[in-house]
């Protein structure tokens, strides 16, 4: 059966029975340049990505085909949970292909591509997460990211709201 959930906004995440992969798309208010910024420049990152359960507190990156890139979350808890990878292949401002280790479980990564796509200055994001057996992306699923998830992209749109507001 096709899990298919629905969020704020227009999250949509996307899990077919028995793929390797998930897939999360999400529409926002305001150009394809913008996002690409939102999601490449680390000052940017440090005032969107988290939730109300972590904020993050490290954001490094170094953007460009074989440049690595690290978070880390502070948790409410105080507990630091990091994820590193490197950027496989980058196309701005409309793709982003990159490893993804979450710390914790280092024998488990991950390759996320993210596309975006702008019309009538929308942007539609695809993120495409493909683990390497079904099984590591049913735990990464069953980890309960879905409303963390939700909510940072919720705080993405509200940066990208406010960006859109600032004078060039």
Not at 100 to 109: Q, Y
Not at 129 to 156: F, I, K, N, W
């Amino acid at each position: 059966m096709l899990q298919k959930n629905r969020f704020e906004g227009d999250t949509e995440l996307i899990a077919r029975p028995g793929e390797r992969t998930f897939t999360v798309t999400r529409t926002f208010n305001a150009p394809a340049r913008l996002v690409w910024e939102a999601w490449t420049r680390p000052e940017y990152m440090m005032r969107w990505f988290g939730n109300s359960c972590a904020r993050l507190d490290l954001c490094e990156m170094d953007v460009r085909v074989g440049g690595k890139w690290r978070r880390v979350l502070r948790m409410d808890d105080g507990k630091l949970i990091g994820f590193h990878g490197e950027y496989l292949e980058l196309d701005p401002p409309g793709y982003i292909k990159f490893t993804e280790v979450f710390e914790p479980f280092p024998d488990f990564p991950s390759t996320v591509t993210v596309t975006l796509s702008e019309q009538s200055g929308k942007t539609h994001v695809r993120v495409v997460q493909e683990h390497a057996t079904v099984q590591a992306r049913d735990m990464h699923l069953g980890s309960g990211m879905e409303p963390g998830m939700r909510e940072t992209l919720d705080r993405l749109q509200g940066f990208l709201s406010e960006q859109a507001l600032q004078p060039n």
